[in-house]
């Protein structure tokens, strides 16, 4: 009984000085948003003066009490929680008032890879982050809906609810290469972001040789992957010699689709190709085995 | 007699400046007497090389109708901006291989100090006596030469464009490429540790690759961390294979409980061109004994390549990369023409070598 006796006391002790921190004259409004405008009535008479602290801003009025106090929609852009005092002179009284951000109005958009092979499961990542007009992250559930297209076809997600302020998803790459536009909307707001499809490692490399009086020219076929996709230009195919003076290698980018190259040739030799992890045909010529 | 202190005095005055003149003629390089020895008369040659004093050099020829001066010169202080233009010679190391009463084959291993560190070049001489004086032989090049023609390349280049640092949080950057390192061993050498292994691009852009090590001892702290420095490819193109190796001298292997390997990759503006094949690979065993991997190098593009590295990767007969060596090629590499090459292999690795790769590393000075 004495604790609880002891806990009331000093429960009432706070009560009291929370009170008595309130100033009289500061009546605000119970639900304030993000850039509304604000008006605060107060009591009393003589000069006084105002403070407004709040997130990353900080304000001075001079006062006369009694009369209303004007805070602008620019004064409470920033989400928060808010810091007003008064004073008389010496004597100050302060309260706190929490600003809450106004609806959604603009998108950050995160498509995560920016290049990715084709046929590749739940393989982009696409994070929207919703903000108001003032760029305060809206806590509060808006809905946000996705769409992906690309040259074939395009497809939407049935909207989904912001969690925190965050709404996510993630995509299948397609079967087909080139890009694929990824949208993210909210309401009016919306921002598109590209994700580059790519063929994936190349499939069924094969090589042919031509034999042109002492030199050999080599030449693949268009390098696809194996749904058809051309394998980008750039990508190294190694073509590989074998022969009595030794190994001859050369690694040539693929150009317009194939990869050429060539070889002195000075009789029986064997050839092979390979592009990464890929191996292509073996070829003999000149009755090598 | 008269003064004899005094004539005695001149008389070893005379003597003493006489004997100075004739070793100081002869520091720098006036013959005063005929070359008893084959190794004089090579060291005259390349004391004239380093001065560059081609006439000179020159003179120390046995065949000078036969050798054009400017490929003696091309030959010596080399062109086309090659890594030999940049080089100093610092020192000739001249022994005798046999030697008869009127020829003889002498080694000279020439020590060039370049711009990317110390090579060495050595070339056997034939020498044949000319009255009392020996005379280089000098080898007349074959170079091949590539008729003129107009070679079409098609040019294929990716450019990156960065929004800069005053791009918006959020908006969408460039992905850098994916690269794996595909293979690490650490070996022990005599004098240090070697960590090496291969890096592939998997990307379908160019990657700019530097591979780190860190080594973490006993306690699970990193004590040492070392790059790749020059001993990799650092411009990968897409699905390309470099080696890598990273050395740390003064250490045992056994100081070493776990390798953290770390791969830093950029996307990076690059050409595909010029494509360079290197030609019949072979390992062999050079005049001195060593095991060398030699081949040829041949741009195949029609742009002068002036700087050009070799990396050679050995594996074992698991396929394991047990030996990474790199050397650079002095000489600039010529549209369509052949330029030989050979890099070191250590002998006790060159026995286990059943398989090897060499890549090629380039410069062009007329590249951005």
């Given at each position: 009984?004495?604790v609880?006796?002891?806990?009331?006391?000093?429960?009432?002790?706070?009560?009291?000085?929370?009170?008595?921190?309130?100033?009289?004259?500061?009546?605000?409004?119970?639900?304030?948003v993000?850039?509304?405008?604000?008006?605060?009535?107060?009591?009393g008479?003589?000069?006084?003066?105002?403070?407004?602290?709040?997130p990353?801003?900080?304000?001075?009025?001079?006062?006369?009490?009694?009369?209303?106090?004007q805070l602008?929609?620019?004064?409470?852009?920033?989400?928060?929680?808010?810091?007003?005092?008064?004073?008389?002179?010496d004597?100050?009284?302060?309260?706190?008032?929490?600003?809450?951000?106004?609806?959604?109005?603009?998108?950050?958009?995160?498509?995560?890879?920016?290049?990715?092979?084709?046929?590749?499961?739940?393989?982009?990542?696409?994070?929207t982050?919703?903000?108001?007009?003032?760029?305060?992250?809206?806590?509060?559930?808006?809905?946000?809906?996705?769409?992906?297209?690309?040259?074939e076809?395009?497809?939407s997600?049935?909207?989904?609810?912001?969690?925190?302020?965050v709404?996510w998803?993630?995509?299948?790459?397609?079967?087909?290469?080139?890009?694929?536009?990824?949208?993210?909307?909210l309401?009016?707001?919306?921002e598109?972001?590209?994700?580059?499809?790519?063929?994936?490692?190349?499939c069924?490399?094969?090589?042919?040789?031509?034999?042109?009086?002492?030199r050999?020219?080599?030449?693949?076929?268009?390098?696809?992957?194996?749904?058809?996709?051309?394998?980008?230009?750039?990508?190294?195919?190694?073509?590989?010699?074998?022969?009595?003076?030794?190994?001859?290698?050369?690694?040539?980018?693929?150009k317009?689709?194939?990869?050429?190259?060539?070889?002195?040739?000075?009789?029986p030799?064997?050839?092979?190709?390979a592009?990464g992890?890929?191996?292509?045909?073996?070829?003999?010529?000149?009755?090598?085995? | 007699m008269?003064?004899?202190?005094?004539?005695?005095?001149?008389?070893?005055?005379l003597?003493?400046?006489?004997?100075?003149?004739?070793?100081?003629?002869k520091?720098?390089?006036?013959?005063?007497?005929?070359?008893?020895?084959?190794?004089?008369?090579?060291?005259?040659?390349?004391?004239?090389?380093?001065?560059?004093?081609?006439?000179?050099?020159?003179?120390?020829?046995?065949?000078?109708g036969?050798?054009?001066?400017?490929?003696?010169?091309?030959?010596?202080?080399?062109?086309?901006?090659?890594?030999?233009?940049?080089s100093?010679l610092?020192?000739?190391?001249?022994?005798?291989?046999?030697?008869?009463?009127?020829?003889?084959?002498?080694?000279?291993?020439?020590?060039?100090?370049?711009a990317?560190?110390?090579v060495?070049?050595?070339?056997?001489l034939?020498?044949?006596?000319e009255?009392?004086?020996w005379?280089?032989?000098?080898?007349?090049?074959?170079v091949?030469?590539?008729?003129?023609?107009v070679?079409?390349?098609?040019?294929?280049?990716?450019?990156?464009v960065?929004?800069?640092?005053?791009?918006?949080?959020?908006t969408?950057?460039?992905?850098p490429p994916?690269?794996?390192?595909?293979?690490?061993?650490?070996?022990?050498?005599?004098?240090?540790?070697?960590?090496?292994?291969?890096?592939?691009?998997?990307?379908?852009?160019?990657?700019?690759?530097?591979?780190?090590?860190?080594?973490?001892?006993?306690?699970?702290?990193?004590?040492?961390?070392e790059g790749?420095?020059d001993?990799?490819?650092?411009?990968?193109l897409?699905?390309?294979?470099?080696?890598?190796?990273?050395?740390?001298?003064?250490?045992?292997l056994?100081?070493?409980?776990?390798?953290?390997?770390?791969?830093?990759?950029?996307?990076?503006p690059?050409?595909?061109?010029?494509?360079i094949?290197?030609?019949?690979?072979?390992?062999?065993?050079?005049?001195?004994?060593?095991?060398?991997?030699?081949?040829d190098?041949?741009?195949?593009?029609?742009q002068?390549?002036?700087?050009a590295?070799?990396?050679?990767?050995?594996?074992?007969?698991?396929?394991?990369?047990?030996?990474?060596?790199?050397?650079y090629?002095?000489?600039?590499?010529?549209?369509?023409?052949?330029?030989?090459?050979?890099?070191?292999?250590?002998?006790?690795?060159?026995?286990h070598v059943?398989?090897f790769?060499?890549?090629?590393?380039?410069?062009?000075r007329?590249?951005?």
């Amino acid at each position: 009984m004495r604790v609880i006796g002891i806990l009331f006391f000093l429960c009432s002790v706070f009560a009291i000085l929370s009170q008595a921190q309130t100033p009289p004259g500061l009546r605000l409004p119970a639900n304030i948003v993000a850039g509304e405008a604000v008006t605060i009535p107060s009591s009393g008479s003589g000069s006084e003066t105002f403070y407004l602290i709040g997130p990353g801003r900080a304000a001075k009025r001079n006062i006369q009490a009694g009369e209303n106090i004007q805070l602008s929609s620019a004064d409470l852009g920033a989400a928060g929680t808010y810091q007003a005092i008064i004073c008389s002179g010496d004597d100050c009284a302060s309260t706190s008032f929490y600003v809450a951000p106004d609806r959604g109005k603009e998108l950050v958009f995160l498509v995560h890879p920016s290049r990715i092979a084709v046929g590749q499961p739940n393989a982009i990542s696409a994070v929207t982050v919703v903000l108001d007009r003032f760029h305060n992250l809206v806590v509060q559930p808006e809905a946000v809906t996705f769409r992906a297209t690309s040259k074939e076809n395009g497809i939407s997600s049935p909207p989904q609810m912001t969690r925190n302020g965050v709404a996510w998803t993630r995509l299948n790459s397609g079967t087909k290469d080139g890009t694929v536009e990824i949208n993210a909307s909210l309401g009016q707001a919306s921002e598109r972001r590209v994700v580059q499809q790519v063929a994936a490692e190349p499939c069924h490399l094969h090589v042919s040789a031509e034999q042109k009086g002492n030199r050999v020219v080599l030449q693949t076929e268009p390098v696809r992957d194996c749904r058809g996709n051309a394998v980008p230009d750039g990508t190294i195919v190694t073509f590989t010699k074998t022969d009595k003076l030794g190994r001859s290698t050369v690694d040539a980018p693929i150009k317009k689709g194939v990869a050429r190259t060539e070889m002195a040739f000075g009789g029986p030799a064997m050839i092979s190709v390979a592009c990464g992890v890929v191996l292509g045909n073996d070829i003999q010529m000149g009755g090598a085995r | 007699m008269k003064y004899p202190l005094a004539l005695t005095l001149f008389a070893v005055t005379l003597v003493l400046v006489a004997l100075g003149w004739l070793n100081s003629a002869k520091a720098s390089g006036v013959i005063l007497h005929p070359q008893a020895t084959p190794e004089e008369s090579v060291q005259t040659l390349f004391r004239a090389v380093r001065e560059r004093n081609w006439p000179k050099a020159q003179s120390q020829l046995a065949n000078p109708g036969q050798v054009d001066n400017s490929a003696f010169i091309y030959d010596l202080a080399g062109g086309d901006g090659s890594l030999r233009t940049y080089s100093t010679l610092e020192g000739v190391e001249v022994s005798v291989v046999h030697q008869n009463a009127d020829d003889a084959l002498v080694r000279a291993r020439m020590n060039w100090s370049t711009a990317v560190g110390s090579v060495s070049d050595t070339r056997d001489l034939k020498m044949v006596r000319e009255g009392d004086d020996w005379k280089v032989v000098w080898p007349v090049s074959q170079v091949l030469k590539v008729p003129a023609q107009v070679m079409s390349v098609n040019y294929l280049r990716w450019d990156v464009v960065n929004r800069g640092p005053e791009g918006d949080w959020g908006t969408a950057s460039i992905d850098p490429p994916k690269v794996r390192i595909i293979s690490m061993n650490a070996v022990e050498r005599p004098d240090s540790v070697i960590v090496m292994g291969e890096v592939v691009n998997e990307d379908t852009i160019p990657a700019y690759v530097t591979v780190n090590a860190a080594l973490i001892d006993s306690n699970g702290a990193e004590f040492r961390e070392e790059g790749s420095f020059d001993k990799v490819s650092h411009v990968l193109l897409p699905s390309q294979v470099t080696p890598y190796r990273i050395d740390f001298p003064r250490l045992r292997l056994n100081q070493v409980k776990q390798v953290r390997m770390d791969a830093k990759v950029a996307a990076i503006p690059a050409s595909a061109d010029p494509v360079i094949g290197v030609m019949n690979q072979r390992m062999e065993t050079d005049a001195l004994g060593k095991k060398l991997l030699a081949g040829d190098l041949v741009n195949q593009s029609g742009q002068t390549v002036n700087i050009a590295q070799v990396l050679a990767t050995c594996y074992d007969d698991n396929g394991k990369v047990i030996w990474v060596s790199d050397g650079y090629i002095d000489r600039a590499l010529l549209p369509m023409t052949p330029q030989a090459f050979a890099v070191d292999l250590p002998p006790d690795v060159a026995s286990h070598v059943q398989r090897f790769r060499v890549s090629v590393n380039h410069y062009t000075r007329s590249a951005s």
